[in-house]
């Protein structure tokens, strides 16, 4: 069983998409905690409602490749459509893979650790919550000491009685 660490994101029905999506990756990762739900602005693409995010902290007997597939029908089940215009645009399921156990390198065209997880507040914040003393692979700093060092602007947890 390899540790795993994945960023859930939604901002089209979030309140529908992410309890669903949560459901599902306990069903797929053995041992799955969540982070608490945080409001964040939309990064890189600004004309869009804000995002509910979320880490998932777990463990997998699958391969990198085995569980990226997994996400990706996860999102697929959950209507995600990829929009080439807007690459970072609205979407009801967003899954990333940040971590899979110490692993670096490109697999196919995932690169693991995400690049996003050395410089954008709205994956650190939470992945930093639920797995404050995993180390970045590559930067060999713990989650949490990475987070700290960002400015966390537009990023908020999500209120609980929001997320009913």
């Known amino acids: 069983m390899k540790p795993v660490l994945v960023l859930l994101g939604s901002n089209i029905e ?21 982070s608490r739900t945080y409001l964040t602005a939309p990064v890189g693409d600004p004309h ?16 990198v490749e085995e569980l990226q597939h997994q996400l990706a029908l996860l999102e697929t089940r959950h ?17 990333d893979l940040l971590l899979y156990n110490q692993e670096v390198g490109l697999f196919g065209s995932l690169q ?7 410089r954008e507040a709205f994956v650190l914040v939470p992945a930093a919550e639920v797995a404050p003393q995993w180390l970045h692979p590559v930067l060999k700093k713990p989650l949490a000491e990475l987070a700290a ?16």
Do not use: M, Y
Request: with cysteine.
């Open 14 to 34: 979030p309140e529908r998409h992410i309890p669903q999506a949560k459901a599902e990756l306990q069903q797929l990762l053995a041992d799955c905690v969540f």
């Open 48 to 63: 869009q409602p804000p995002f509910w995010n979320l880490a998932a902290k777990g463990k997998t007997p699958l391969s």
């Open 79 to 95: 209507g995600r459509v990829r929009d080439p215009a807007r690459p970072c645009g609205p979407r009801t399921l967003d899954l």
């Open 112 to 118: 693991l650790p995400s690049p996003l997880l050395s």
């Open 149 to 164: 060092s960002l400015k966390a602007e537009g990023i908020e947890p999500l209120p609980e009685e929001a997320r009913a």
